[in-house]
Structure formats: structure tokens, C-alpha cells
């Protein structure tokens, strides 16, 4: 059989995991990750691999560490409406 193309995330990565919900649905964890990332992570407990992933959204690397591919999706598209709201068509 061939390998299934969904994975489950590593409960390890439950940390990452929640940390991308937030960015993707709460406006203050957003706010307070585009106003101190590094500090933001930290408070979150995410360790340093995950920090540095995230640093340069590296898409490949944060899931090869557990992420969930639509949470680094969305993520990463709610972080950039919020650093330049007017390249995006809100719906």
C-alpha cells in the first residue's frame, strides 16, 4: 500500500500546533507575535527548532517538526494580512 498522504501530528508537536491556531484565530496572540516574535515563541514553549522555523516561515521545516500543514498555511497568510492589510481581500 502506498504511504498515506495525511499524517497525524506527533503530540510533541502540540505546542507548535496550538501556537499556529493562535496566529491563524486570535488577533492579540498576532499582534504580540508581529510585535516581539522571538518573545512571543518563548512564551508559547516552542524550542528552539520550532523558534527558527518560524523565524523565516520555513513551510517545509515546520512541518517535517509536526506542524499541521493547513495551521502553517493560514498562519503564515493571517500574518502577512495583518504586516500589509491592503494586499489582501478580506472575506
Known sequence: MDEA???????AAYPLNRFL???KSD??????????????MREA??????RAA???ADRDRLVALGAHPYLVFMAQVRLSMARDPGTFEYF
Open 54 to 56: 518560524l523565524a523565516v
Open 5 to 11: 498522504h495525511y499524517f497525524f501530528p506527533p503530540a
Open 27 to 40: 488577533t492579540t496572540a498576532r499582534e504580540r507575535y508581529v510585535a516581539d516574535p522571538e518573545g512571543a
Open 21 to 23: 491556531f493562535a496566529l
Open 45 to 50: 514553549g516552542l524550542d528552539v527548532e520550532a
